[in-house]
């Protein structure tokens, strides 16, 4: 059902930028204004948002439902013309906003048939709305960061001798559906030895062998809201001095960029946080990444912790805090949290433990 | 490597269409002329295609790669304003054909930078080159079907007293893999009894029941080339009169279809075909879909088996063939092969038996 709050919080959004309508197509946004999942493929899927008229859902016939989320439903075939459906509901007079991820096809043909005054990029409308969870999805959030905690305990456990990588990736999902979850949040991440200095490697067929770090960059979905945490373990064998100083070197860097978090800080200065920590120890060239991304209904939303981000947090942010030192052939570690931005501080929503662990 | 041959066909569309330039952004299309997979996620990622210069890859710092691949390689951070890399190399004084799936962010921005003289839709001239596929694809085509009916005989020994379709479903991956696949071409459709009325129902916790009609719709991925095929089976008790008569006129449209097919074949006849043996049954109004959809690296690519679809068949298509008749809260038969549009006929590439078959 349409959620009047939210479509509430974006139209100041569009009011601020000038627009009166948008046409909002991305199908995890059209899930979070009206609680419907609809994938379209490669046809048209559009909810018309209107400042002072009822929102208009087009949806190809393929996929009509029965229920009623509180906006008026355009049915077409792939044969139709869709072009008078959209001309009956766009003020030819007034831009239009039109989602990021909207196909160009869609956007050629509203232009060529002349539907709206302009056509301006609208889905910052959103992506700013969404940037700030409400208490529903905060809680939604925590509790999917549980399942993933609850998880890591059981998948550290799988790290056995002969192992290899793919071995135990290919057992973690039926744990995150013991757990009530339904879907990975992204492929997961586990690497061993050298290969963790890859920060998206995927698990092939290396065995694991004594002294290896062992990286999880693991996550779930659970009722339509994501996790997402990275620990690295050690295998049988304490590290050596300098692998202890990058785990811990990370770990401090991690700790502080947490610790900091509170509405209105700039998310540059938490990226710069978690960098100068690592560059100190002289291993800034080996943090090749940025400090973290926002996350919610997907694991990737609008907005990053990078030193080119000069937004501040807002409470109800949901993002991650990810440093890591990755040492080409080698090693690598990442420690990464979510963490929700509260109105006096933050919470961080992974409890699994970050000291430095032999495991095996 | 940049297959020169491909490219070739591709600038033969579009100078029939007027066209110089054209950037592609499709992932699937930019596998096919180069042979390199790269999935950007929200990042800008195009390969600039030009009749008489080389082509240019854009792609995101994040995704590069050492390969040669025959093309100019563009690298851009996620802070580096990609406008001037584009002015760069796209000729302002000429229209630039847009990529159908090409995000409308980027398109805008194109538009709002005076990147080029117009924009037009530009994907339809790939989309016809991929419908026709060489020698090498269609033995990928063949192959991948094989797999798909020794998958079937394998599938068919799931279906025992008590099962569940969801139980069903999620042991059909490892098979396709042990058999060389890579993944599904698309979720697998299992369906009991009246779920098999619902053509695109997702696999659920039904119990099996004697004298269900059972469905599977299934596909895929071998080699990057997709295969998809439907069975629909009896189990344990031979079907009614009315059941027999319903999949006897199903396999006859199938059968009647399939043998029409030949290059220079109006595909809006073929579904007239299948379409007139299941109205002569008065099953018209329960054949809600069309005829067959193209198939190749994607498992829906462009062009259609349907009454709308004036176009002829050419040598070296490959499409489904897959007539259906659903009965609303009783049952659905759907029987479903791919086939290829040889010089002189076709070939059916799957080859598991259609005669109706009573299992368990």
């Known amino acids: 059902m349409l959620d009047e709050k939210r479509v509430r919080r974006v139209f100041g959004e569009m009011e601020e ?19 419907k999942w609809i994938f379209p493929g490669e046809r048209f899927l559009g909810l018309l948002l209107r400042l ?3 929102a208009v859902l087009y949806v190809n016939i393929l996929f009509q439902f029965e229920e009623e989320i509180g906006v008026e439903k355009v049915y077409f075939s792939d044969t139709d013309d869709i072009v008078p459906l959209w001309k009956n509901e766009i003020d030819p007079q007034q831009k239009l906003g039109i989602d990021k991820v909207m196909p160009s096809k869609f956007l050629l043909m509203m232009m060529e048939n002349n539907v709206a005054a302009g056509y301006t990029g609208g889905s910052i409308a959103i992506d700013l709305t969404r940037q700030v969870k409400d208490e529903r999805e905060q809680e939604l959030m925590r509790r999917s960061s549980r399942i993933n905690d609850a998880a890591m305990e059981r998948f550290v456990k799988l790290v056995v001798p002969g192992v290899s990588e793919i071995e ?6 039926p744990i995150y559906k013991s757990l009530g979850a339904q879907k990975y949040s992204f492929d997961p991440i586990v690497s061993f030895g050298a290969h963790a ?17 062992v ?16 620990r690295t373990f050690f295998y049988k064998r304490e590290p050596s001095e300098r692998d202890r100083l990058v785990y811990e070197t990370v770990l401090k860097a ?32 080996y943090f090749t990444h940025r400090l973290g991304h926002f996350i919610g209904i997907e694991d990737h939303e609008y907005g990053d912790v990078s030193l080119a ?19 080409p052939g080698e090693m690598g570690v990442r420690i990464e949290d979510l963490v929700l ?3 006096n501080g933050h919470e961080v929503l992974n409890s699994y433990p970050k000291d430095l662990e032999v495991i095996g």
């Open 341 to 343: 931005i509260t109105q």
């Open 17 to 35: 930028r000038g627009l009166t309508q948008m046409m909002v197509s991305d199908p995890n946004a059209i899930f979070w204004l009206t609680g």
């Open 309 to 327: 981000n000069q937004s501040v947090t807002r409470a109800g942010n949901t993002h991650s805090i990810e440093p890591g030192i990755y040492l």
């Open 254 to 285: 991690n700790r502080a960029a947490e610790q900091m978090l509170r509405p209105g800080i700039v998310l540059s200065t938490v990226d710069k946080t978690a960098r100068d920590i690592i560059e100190a120890e002289g291993f800034g060239p």
């Open 215 to 230: 990286l999880f960059d693991v996550g779930c979905v659970a009722d339509n809201y994501c996790s997402d945490m990275t």
């Open 197 to 213: 200095a890859d920060p998206h490697h995927m698990p092939d067929g290396t065995v694991l062998q004594e002294g290896d770090c």
């Open 52 to 54: 002072n008229r009822p």
């Open 168 to 173: 135990i990736a290919e057992q973690l999902l």
